[in-house]
């Protein structure tokens, strides 16, 4: 299995912040990585897919990028409905796996 | 508008099964490939597996390979996962969701998804 390391688990940040979020393959994955919001009501929408395509919706400031095996997602300006759980995941080869999430929390 | 609901969860004991339901509306059902995706309290998503259109491809994580199976019915426009042998590690909340295929990349992402149902194994 391809195992998906995100980086950081936890970041701290404040409204208007730029941050990003690290998201590491186990091998190469050609760009088959998609991210993920979860709010803390469960609630989990896709935000970006084949690396750095913004999916219908998401506003902007979110965007994707990388190559290989080491990907990222950028916050630009940091919203108040932005604090939640991300994720990445491979969709390079079976079984599909998703990085650990990332906590994005008030500072 | 596209809905997802996941129905069928509760408390069940060690070693028994459990069949999961998601009623699926404001689409074309059987256009889609489907998937479930699970997560344990406090823990990250993780992966179950997914069935194509007509049923005639189904793929699961290799762990849960001979304890899960993935079934739909496109009259009904639901999607199934029946749970056999249950243990504590299978308490989670289980989400369905639809996959969409991004043809210049050759990949599939989950576009929508359920609201999760939570499903507690213990005596």
């Known amino acids: 299995d391809i195992q998906m390391t995100q980086s950081p688990s936890s970041l701290p940040a404040s409204l208007g912040e730029r941050v990003t979020i690290s998201c590491r393959a186990s091998?190469?994955?050609?760009?088959?990585l998609n991210w993920y919001q979860q709010k803390p009501d469960g609630t989990i929408k896709p935000l970006i897919y084949?690396?750095?395509n913004l999916q219908s919706g998401v506003p902007s400031r979110f965007s994707g990028s990388g190559s290989g095996t080491d990907y990222s997602l950028t916050i630009s300006s940091l919203e108040p409905e932005d604090f939640a759980m991300y994720y990445c995941?491979?969709?390079?080869?079976?079984?599909?796996?998703f990085g650990a999430g990332t906590k994005l929390e008030l500072k | 508008e596209v809905k997802l609901v996941e129905s069928g969860g509760g408390l069940v004991q060690p070693g028994r099964s459990l069949k999961l339901s998601c009623a699926a509306s404001?689409?074309?059902?059987?256009?889609?490939?489907m998937g479930w995706v699970r997560q344990a309290p406090g823990k990250g998503l993780e992966w179950i597996g997914e069935?194509?259109?007509?049923?005639?491809?189904?793929n699961y994580t290799p762990s849960l390979k001979d304890k899960f199976t993935i079934s739909r019915d496109n009259a009904q426009n639901t999607l199934y996962l029946q749970m056999s042998k249950l243990g504590s590690e299978d308490t989670a909340i289980y989400y369905c969701?639809?996959?969409?295929?991004?043809?210049?990349?050759?990949?599939?992402?989950?576009?929508?998804w359920g609201q999760g149902v939570m499903v507690t194994v213990s005596s």
């Open positions: 969701a639809r996959e969409i295929y991004y043809y210049s990349g050759d990949l599939y992402y989950f576009d929508y």
């Open positions: 995941q491979q969709d390079a080869s079976f079984p599909n796996t």
């Open positions: 404001g689409f074309s059902f059987n256009d889609y490939w």
């Open positions: 084949y690396t750095s």
């Open positions: 091998q190469g994955i050609s760009n088959n």
């Open positions: 069935i194509n259109q007509d049923s005639s491809t189904i």
